[in-house]
């Protein structure tokens, strides 16, 4: 030991500092994680974010000052400081945020109102309540907006009189038939399902000993409330708050039918326009903005939770729940919620399985009615002689590539998203994990376009140790996986901060590695909040159609891209038939989850 | 030192997974200098395969165009044949070609135009080279500069058949176009006995204030594609100005009489609708006074939607432009006589009475033949369209769509 120089003294105690850093579990995940999502993720950012201050080829259309090759700023320019930017620009970015902050509210309020009473009230039928809630998220988002315009359209758009008119003979004003309000209405209903899920969680593990306390003390129940349960289940409302504010700033289907009548666009509607003129550096402008914007909540987001703070809700203690009494409210409240629920959710899904069968549409007689779109043969005068759904000979193909590429990439999902969601919670103190966080989140953003068109080339060829993935399925769910990592991850971090450090440390000193303890503790403690992140995977990936369609090659078809060729050519019914399909099936994965995976919604996401 | 295995392993991984990034960062560079280089070499040998539809120079047509048993022959043992299509009609036509040529398996990719552009693209910058024939709509010329004149996409008209074929597909145009349709002006029927219109200045009339729906050119570059060309032949558009008002236009701030037209639309309460079909239900359910633009094709929707909808045939100063549907030959096409085979199919061989060309025969597309009967009221030779002009698309349809954001 006398013999070491100090130099080897030094470089001994570094390499020992660096080991250990290494050693802790958060650290080297972390750094694991951080290295996939830069190549998943942050490396196709960059890439985008490169091109848009580059001259293309395609900008000579633009401007005769483009010189392909070189570098220039007029693309932010021109979205940012021309003449243009005002209805390019300003006008959207206003309208979208508008939206997104006016959605996020009312959902907040659908969701946690909705979660409070499932969870902590004694309040009856709280299975059927919780089975309704998840509906409108199964149907796309497009068929609560058509279900408005039947109802609330004027004059304007011509076609059939809209119901209210045809009822009440008022012509409803512009404002409630089209543009802001029946945006921010349409979307709420369709994402509310996810307040619910995320906060009816922290809600569920919620020791009832805190709020007792403050009640024995002489609290009212709206002040036990405020300070103490909505405090605690902030993470979860906050997450909640980011993915339904940035799902709505970047959705397109909705605002195109319900803004464009009165000239209300937003930036997800003049993104598509870009992509579509083949103005694809505008639209990367477009769509990094975006991505600030989300950077920017994500940040806030941190600083409001903070580093320190404990939102510990599940601990070594046992704890108990009792329920809050809605005495005579009881059964009111359950029938109002009821017949909401049963409005919004069922009403539609009826209406689409009814014209399904319907021949002609708008005619409500018995012999309208055909089975012909579900399972008939070919017919030169319907659709042109495209066959029933069953009978397509894709059909059968697609489904399996649907089943297998939905299932794998929720269960992917849901499972790295817990252990970054692990990394994100535990690691609040140190660099990686608020870098975790955010880097996890911007595939959110990034149009599922862009994302397949970057990934078509870093995969066509084989890297190292990477195949070439392009053409096979694996490429599918890789993908998927990306873009759902953000939802898991939030939800993960979500239920991740309820747990508390000792159930972990008491068998860190038994002597459990990591693995064991993710494996035997926290895992069976998340279950509820995996099955949950796993379910809502299920069906984005069910539904997913704009970010596989450019990945997509014959032997790979999925049931969404057989719904395109249909949408594409205009034929409703078996639209409306593969919807039926596609929906059908996630309910009966929701009913296996509940029956045997023992997934309780009615508890939400996480808990015992 | 205490190290488990476990750890080592993990670290390991680590490592490799920090190579496989800087990898991927080099590879990226190689295929990136390779696509530069890429396209000057290939457009001087394209823009000559371009220039005749029997090229010598031209891999895809040989001199004595290959008769169907030589490419029969050939395609059986190719197998296969990979078709990426904007159409639905392609797989029609795949299947009674799979029943007609026995031993061909035929694969149809359904995409979007501009999304085709990006996929290919992609893939050839990357080495690979899957698809066979290519059946493609225009992006506002961007098809024509960006795939064909960098020898993406390639021209193939067979020798036999092109006496046939009318102009401009047989020499002008970029390639062969097996079906045209094109955006008009539509009417209620049980409104109307006959066309309200005949000149595109009758929509900026007070008559018709707030009476003129269109679907959204922002979202749908075919539909811009019907402005901008009314720009580039603003003499045309101020041509029928002066006929239906008697005197001549005078512009109100704008570069020209095209232009004008679209804001005398604005200031006459154009109403934007989101797509072709959401027009044709505003206009075409009800009894309506109003007017659409929409797609020829959805004429034979009319049964089926319960519309009442009737097309315009004749407009001065010309109806539209028209919206081609192409065939081509990808570039190193890995079947190359399958691909000759099914497009003489799709084109309804020599005499044009195969089959394979039924799908593309509808009421509201034309088949660019002359010895086709057409399904429609009025023949291909007797529209009167403008002409398709790639380049100046290409170049004016960006200002046009600035013009249209600003207008809103």
Redesign the interface.
Known sequence: MANKTALTVRSTRFYNGMLNWLRSPIHLIGLAALLFLAYTIAWPVLKILYTTFLWRQQDVRLTGEANPGHFTLYHWTRVLASDMSMNLFYKPILNSLGVGFAVSALSMLIGCGLAWLVVRTNVPWKKTIAFLAVIPYLLPSWIISQAWLTFFKNDKIGGTTGIMEALFHVSPPDWLSYGFVPIVVSLSIHDSVFFFLIVGAALSSMNSQLEEAASVTGAARWTILRRIVFPLVMPSILSGFILIFTKAISSYGVPALLGTPVNFYMISTMLYSSMRSRLTTEANVLSLTLMLISMLTIYLNQRVVGRRKSFVTVTGKDSARTLTSLGRWRYPAAGTAAVVMILISVVPLLVLLFQSFMLKEGVYSLSNFTAHYWWGGSDPNINTGEKGVLQNNIFMLALKNSLYIAGAASVIAAVIGLILGYVVARGRQSWIGRMVDQVSFLPYLIPGISLAAIYISMFAKPTLIIPALYGTITLLILITVVKELPFTVKAGSASMLQIGKELEEAAQISGASWFTRFRRILLPLNRKSLMSAFLLVFIGAMKEMELIILLITPRTETLTTITFYYAEKGYEQLTNVILMIIIAIVITVYFLAVKFGKADLTQGIGGQ | ?F?SK??TA??L??A??????M???G??NK?SNTL?NAVPTDAPASSNANNASAPSADPSASPAAESVDELYAKAKEEGKL?VYSTS?RAN?AAETFMKQYPGIKV??????S??M???VT??Q????F?PDVIITKE??G?VEE?MVMTGRYLKYLPEDIAPMVDEPYRTQAEAYANYVEFRTLFYNKSTYAEAPVTNWWDLTTPEFKGKV?TA?P????AF?DLFTTMVINSDDMAAAYKEKFGKDIVLNGTDNAGYEFIQELFDNGL????GS??VL???G??K?E?LGLAVSGDV??N????WTIAPIYDIKPKTSVPDSGYFFIANKAPHEAAAKLFIRWMMGEKDGSGEGLA?FN?VGSWVPRSDVKTKNDISFEELNLWLFDGDAL??T???V??FW??Q?
């Not at chain 2, 910058?125 to 690979?128: K, L, S």
């Not at chain 2, 109403?271 to 989101?274: A, E, G, S, T």
């Not at chain 2, 049964?303 to 319960?306: D, I, N, Q, T, V």
């Open positions: 030192m190290i476990k750890k993990l670290v991984l680590t490799a997974s920090a190579m496989t990034i990898s991927a960062c590879q990226d295929s530069s990979i639905g029609d694969e149809v990719s359904k995409v979007k501009d999304e552009m990006d996929k992609k893939e910058d990357a080495g690979q899957n992006v506002s961007a960006e729906y959204d922002l979202s749908s570059p811009m109403i934007v609708l989101k079909d959401d239900d505003a206009i359910k009800a309506s109003a034979s929707k049964e089926e939607k319960g799908p509808e290409y170049k349809a960006p200002k769509r600035d954001i600003k809103k």
